[in-house]
């Protein structure tokens, strides 16, 4: 059993990273979340219970770990409070065991009626951003006039960074004056409201992660997003404004790259997408809803309905390398339980030229067709195999042909959102 363990998502989120996360959490201490912000929406089912976290990482709702948010979350603070309610209402205990970077961007009222002005604006090209504020916040933040967590807590730099913020975007406001969104004096208040809660929670996240480490704690870090909407390795610009591969542990935590012992990517068995931007394999018509109803495929988030498609194994290599990959979860594999055929897609067609490796040029994703190999279907029930051998045959031989393709070990399959209907190989 490696020591630490890192999780990202292989495709365009919403791969089901959340069991995979709460499963694995069994066995560590530690459960750190290092990009992203509220984007993100999280659903883990124990028993009779869902819960679906969009911020605190999904390990808090094992009662005797201990979760980091890193400096590389955007934190919407009033977010974070509607989920900490949520997790008393529900008897989980968060205090003393839930830590937050003095470091994190704040994503704050103004951010998200900037990403609707944006989105907006964009018109046509709009990106389909789940409108909570996530791009302005990471734009702020690079442009270092972002708000961190630590600022709320010093009247002063808050009061001048606000100001600045109001200075500079004049142009945006202006259209909406009244909107309270805008409110830079209410915002200052409501945050400095906030500090009695937060101060406890704040520290040094990296300096943290390295005494658990040093005490010989297992630390689970948990990826949000998926790789085909990394801001630099994913179908840019339809992506999210984070890292959302490997490399966002290292910056968004302040940890170095030892102290990832095993990379496990999750991938769906087969492929959705929410939002605008390529999809290769994207189906329509029968089979595409067939796949979004038996699959559930509405955003955790925003409740929108899911693009569905086969499974691409150009992204899936392209994730795998950018993410130095070691063992892959197959998630949701109980949905393709009915199909009579099942597709994987092996290669891009673009221009006549077949095509294995994922296209740097995001036009050329307009031309793509994709060239297919198919699988014959099991037609039966997986639900409740929890043994590999017991899977049916063909559907035994679909996964290993994935895994020998993305160039990884199997490390666990699951077959329906329960923690018992889960294959550990
Ligand atoms: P943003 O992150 O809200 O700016 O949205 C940018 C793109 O990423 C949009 O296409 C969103 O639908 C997508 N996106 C962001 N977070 C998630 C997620 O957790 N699951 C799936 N798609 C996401």
Redesign the pocket.
């Known amino acids: 059993m490696p020591q630490n363990i890192a999780i990202v998502g292989l495709q365009?989120?919403?791969e089901g990273k959340g069991k995979v996360v709460d499963l694995l959490a069994l066995e560590a201490d530690v459960i750190a979340r290092c990009q992203?912000g509220a984007?993100?929406?999280h659903t883990v089912i124990v028993g009779e219970k869902k819960y679906i976290l969009h911020l605190i990482p999904s390990g808090i709702i094992h009662q005797d770990k201990i979760c980091f948010i890193g400096n590389g979350v955007a934190l919407d603070p009033f977010g974070l409070v509607e989920e900490l309610k949520v997790l008393e209402s529900e008897g989980i205990g968060y205090r003393g065991r839930l830590f937050i970077s003095a470091a994190c961007n704040l994503v704050l009222p103004y951010h998200k009626l900037l990403?609707e002005i944006y989105e907006t604006r964009r018109g046509e090209s709009s990106?389909?951003?789940?409108?909570?504020g996530?791009?302005p916040a990471y734009r702020d933040k690079v442009a270092r006039q972002g708000i961190r967590l630590a600022d709320i807590f010093d009247d002063r730099t808050l009061k001048q960074k606000l100001a600045g913020i109001k200075s500079q975007r004049t142009d945006l406001m202006a259209s909406l004056p009244d909107d309270p969104r805008c409110d830079f004096d209410k915002i200052k208040t409501d945050l400095q409201a906030l500090c009695p809660l937060l101060l406890p929670m704040m520290v040094d996240v990296s300096f943290e992660l390295d005494r658990l480490q040093r005490e010989g704690k297992r630390i689970l870090f948990e990826g949000?997003?998926?790789a085909m909407?990394d801001v630099d390795l994913g179908t840019y610009p339809?992506?999210?404004?984070s890292n959302t591969t490997v490399g966002g542990i290292f910056t968004g935590l302040g940890v170095g790259p030892r102290m990832v012992d095993e990379v496990v990517g999750v991938v769906k068995a087969y492929c959705t997408?929410?939002?605008?931007?390529p999809f290769p394999t994207e189906l329509t018509g029968e089979t595409a809803e067939l796949l979004r109803e038996k699959g559930a495929e509405y955003?955790?988030?925003?409740g929108?309905p899911r693009r569905t498609g086969w499974l691409d194994l150009v992204a899936l290599r392209h994730a795998c390398r950018i993410n130095g990959v070691d063992k892959i979860a197959i998630t949701k594999l109980d949905v393709l339980d009915d199909f009579e055929t099942i597709k994987a897609c092996m290669a891009y067609e673009i221009d006549g030229v077949e095509v294995t490796e994922f296209p740097p040029l995001i036009s050329s994703f307009e031309r793509v067709r994709p060239i297919y190999r198919e699988f014959p279907g099991w037609r039966t029930d997986t639900g409740a195999v929890t043994q590999f051998d017991q899977l049916p045959e063909e559907a035994q031989s679909y996964v290993r042909f994935l895994a020998d393709q993305m160039g990884a070990e199997i490390k666990l399959i699951s077959t329906g959102a329960a923690r018992s209907e889960t294959i550990l190989v």
């Open positions: 365009w989120g919403d992203g984007n993100a929406g990403d990106l389909g951003t789940t409108l909570r996530i791009g949000a997003q998926g909407l339809y992506a999210t404004s997408r929410v939002g605008a931007g955003g955790a988030t925003t929108r």
